[in-house]
């Protein structure tokens, strides 16, 4: 498996740094450091709501984001490889064929923000202004990635199996991701029995003390 992008480490730019403080004066804002974008780059993407407040209400708003989500991976050439919506956040593997992940995550999150306070009648924002885009450059990182997601169902106490939950790209019939193959499949199914046998090891050892 191999991903085609040039290297991310000469695409970084880095802020100044900040003016010592002084009598009278204050410190010099500083921005954050731009998205390292990529054309041919796969990101693992996860977006949280603010003050853990609930993404996806109702049936209408997962069916909605679905349709969304195909929406953006046509309008900003992306490719979904994997997806999983939760109750206050959302994973996404996606690789863009331009640089084009910020864009497209502005896009994806103004949409679905808007129509879920339409729907709702709330006002003002509903995600973290900064969400997490980690660049996946190998194969068993790539792998570690499908395992992830897939398991957050789980971890969640969603569903006992990742294929009961149709809100993913494991479960999801092929409705926004392509369906996993059997390679993939195995592994994530060994991914998530080691995960939720931690999880229990951790959780009896906690009932213990």
């Given at each position: 498996m191999s991903f085609r992008h040039t290297s991310a480490t000469n695409l970084c730019r880095f802020p100044a740094r900040p003016e010592k403080l002084s009598a009278g004066r204050y410190r010099r804002y500083v921005p954050r450091p731009p998205r390292v974008q990529v054309a041919g780059g796969l990101y693992h993407v996860t977006q949280r709501s603010t003050d853990q407040e609930i993404l996806f209400a109702d049936l209408y708003d997962r069916v909605g984001f679905e349709q969304l989500l195909r929406r953006t991976a046509?309008?900003?050439?992306?490719?979904?490889?994997d997806y999983c919506q939760l109750t206050n956040h959302f994973?996404?593997?996606?690789?863009?064929?331009?640089?084009?992940?910020?864009?497209?995550?502005?896009?994806l999150n103004a949409r679905h923000v808007e129509g879920y306070n339409g729907r709702h009648g709330r006002r003002g924002t509903l995600v973290e202004g900064r969400y997490g885009a980690e660049l996946v450059e190998t194969e068993q990182h790539y792998l570690q990635a499908r395992g992830y997601i897939a398991f957050n169902p789980v971890g969640a106490g969603l569903v006992r199996d990742p294929a009961d939950w149709s809100w993913s790209g494991f479960g999801g019939g092929g409705k926004v991701a392509p369906r996993p193959d059997e390679r993939m499949k195995r592994f994530v199914r060994a991914y998530c029995a080691r995960r939720a046998t931690l999880r229990d090891m951790a959780l009896r050892g906690v009932s213990g003390l």
């Open positions: 046509t309008r900003y050439a992306w490719e979904i490889h994973h996404l593997l996606v690789l863009t064929r331009e640089p084009t992940i910020a864009v497209g995550m502005q896009y």
